[in-house]
């Protein structure tokens, strides 16, 4: 498939026999002309009409996939997480500068950081893991490094596999408070969004497993989110990971859910626990069979 670029400029070509000159000018919004002679996919104020969203849902939906394919990827490891914290580095010298301070309350939340930042650096070292696993396999064969292209634990997972010197994919969201992609993604694999929706069946597209690190609201809408697919069979089973069994299991009760009968009991092996990197690649490698491979 040709690189993403040619799309564009066989778009230009195609229009210059046909409007002359005067094309491309065109595409970049002549201030001359009035909006109704602009081209539709050219004029901003059309394709952010209302009526003009399922239009917008198609093109979110398509310009990641094309991109991702034209670059040969096939397969994902989505990390999931919370943005908020911090690496170790960062961690100590933020609870040395509070230490300095002598103010209990910036202590405590230096502290804090100290043992969130534990976090951050397992999911580094896991995506070091799987980079170091794709490296040793044709590209067709690899798994790539997907998160949500943000701060904390994203950042961290797409810096592991930078890392380890191998592509990583960011998706990144368009917010109130403008969010930018971390700077660990590869070129070309850090994609904005929308539409959630939009961005949620990309994690998914691609996905050969989910490892979900402790996070806030967000982490457990698309972790749910996915649990709820494959239980109800709208998408295959994959290896889904929750690491850091301590925080999962004290934040849900899935046994009560049980219990409770709104659940089945099959449905608590959807997911696994791991509380070190090593182990929630173990169980992603068990999973598809990888075991006689060396990490």
Not at 244 to 270: A, C, H, Q, T, Y
């Amino acid at each position: 498939m040709p690189p993403p670029e040619l799309y564009t400029r066989s778009l230009m070509e195609d229009l210059a026999p046909l409007q002359g000159p005067d094309a491309t000018r065109d595409l970049a919004q002549d201030p001359t002309q009035p909006n109704s002679y602009r081209l539709a996919f050219a004029d901003p104020e059309f394709m952010s009409r209302r009526e003009v969203r399922g239009i917008r849902f198609q093109l979110e939906l398509l310009k990641p996939d094309l991109d991702q394919e034209a670059l040969g990827i096939q397969h994902t490891i989505v990390v999931y997480g919370s943005a908020r914290f911090v690496d170790a580095a960062t961690a100590a010298k933020q609870l040395q500068q509070a230490q300095a301070s002598g103010d209990a309350q910036a202590i405590a939340l230096a502290q804090r950081a100290v043992r969130n930042a534990a976090h951050y650096e397992a999911a580094r070292q896991f995506a070091h893991l799987v980079a170091d696993y794709s490296r040793r396999h044709p590209t067709n064969q690899r798994m790539y490094i997907c998160t949500g292209g943000g701060p904390g634990i994203m950042e961290a997972a797409n810096r592991g596999a930078y890392e380890a010197g191998t592509p990583t994919i960011g998706l990144n969201i368009l917010l109130p408070h403008e969010q930018k992609g971390n700077p660990y993604i590869s070129p070309g694999l850090s994609f904005k969004f929308h539409y959630f929706a939009l961005r949620k069946m990309h994690f998914l597209i691609r996905a050969k497993a989910l490892v979900t690190f402790p996070g806030g609201f967000g982490t457990m809408d698309e972790l749910f989110e996915v649990l709820t697919l494959v239980q109800t069979t709208k998408i295959k089973p994959v290896p889904i990971v929750l690491y850091g069994s301590k925080f999962w299991k004290r934040l849900f009760n899935f046994d009560m859910l049980v219990e409770e009968g709104m659940i089945s009991p099959e449905d608590v092996k959807l997911f696994r626990y791991a509380d070190s990197p090593e182990e929630a690649w173990q169980h992603i490698q068990n999973f598809y069979r990888l075991n006689g491979e060396k990490i």
